[in-house]
């Protein structure tokens, strides 16, 4: 039987029963847990570092108010990077390459920074619908424009995660396919070709911690304007 290339994009299904729980619960149990102790082992000590670093230069331009989602943007960016590393094994599946899971993220986390902004500080959340000094005559489009822009948001999150992961998976499997084709017919070209996939396969690992930080990043950028 012939598989179609976007057949990994499929949610497995075992029994009748979706995997898909399975697979966003999986991360969360190889993180060790933090003990009570003094001293921790090398991971512990490692993991608490990253963390650390990143809530504090992920919170710098963010006033204190804003210090109140420290844990949610690092739990979810910890949370993301886990599930593209994880589906870049082999015979893996990689959630976030289903839309409706990112829109599920991007949708609450932007509408909460939106909400916030409204009950706050309404009158600055609805100056940045009209920038200042617009002629009379623009008022009526540009408020149009920047209201769509506004609602925009949450699906450039989502198309945004989805499109890099989708595009990346689906380049690996062709240059795959293709090496593993190439190589009874021509062999050294088949050896080039796995060494570009080799290369391939380091950057779809850095494109997978790129886009799970520029997700985070956005959502804190949209924190910032409305806290």
């Known amino acids: 039987m012939t598989l179609s290339f976007f057949d990994q994009f499929m949610s497995p299904v075992y029994m009748g029963i979706p995997l898909m729980a399975l697979a966003l619960t999986l991360p969360w149990i ?10 921790n082992n090398r991971l512990l000590t490692l993991q608490g570092w990253f963390i650390n670093r990143f809530t504090q230069q992920l919170l710098l331009p963010i006033n204190t108010g804003g210090h109140k989602w420290a844990v949610i943007l690092t739990s979810l960016m910890i949370f993301l990077i886990s599930l593209n590393m994880l589906g870049l094994l082999p015979y893996t599946f990689t959630p976030t390459t289903q839309l409706s899971l990112n829109m ?12 916030i902004g409204m009950r706050n500080q309404p009158t600055h959340a609805l100056g940045h619908l009209l920038p200042e000094g617009t002629p009379t005559l623009l008022i009526p489009v540009l408020i ?20 890099n992961l989708t595009a990346g998976h689906l380049l690996i499997q062709l240059i795959a396919t293709a090496a593993f084709v190439l190589l009874p017919l021509m062999p050294t070209v088949a050896i080039l070709t796995a060494i570009l996939l080799f290369l391939l396969t380091l950057l779809e690992v850095a494109v997978a911690m790129i886009q799970a930080y520029v997700f985070v990043l956005l959502l804190s950028l949209y924190l910032q304007e409305n806290v």
Do not use: D, H, N, Q
């Open 144 to 163: 149009i424009i920047e209201t769509i822009s506004l609602f925009i948001r949450p699906l450039a999150l989502g198309v945004r995660l989805t499109a």
């Open 104 to 115: 599920g993220l991007a949708v609450p986390l932007w509408l909460a920074t939106v909400i």
């Open 30 to 39: 190889l993180y060790p847990t933090p003990s009570t102790r003094w001293l």
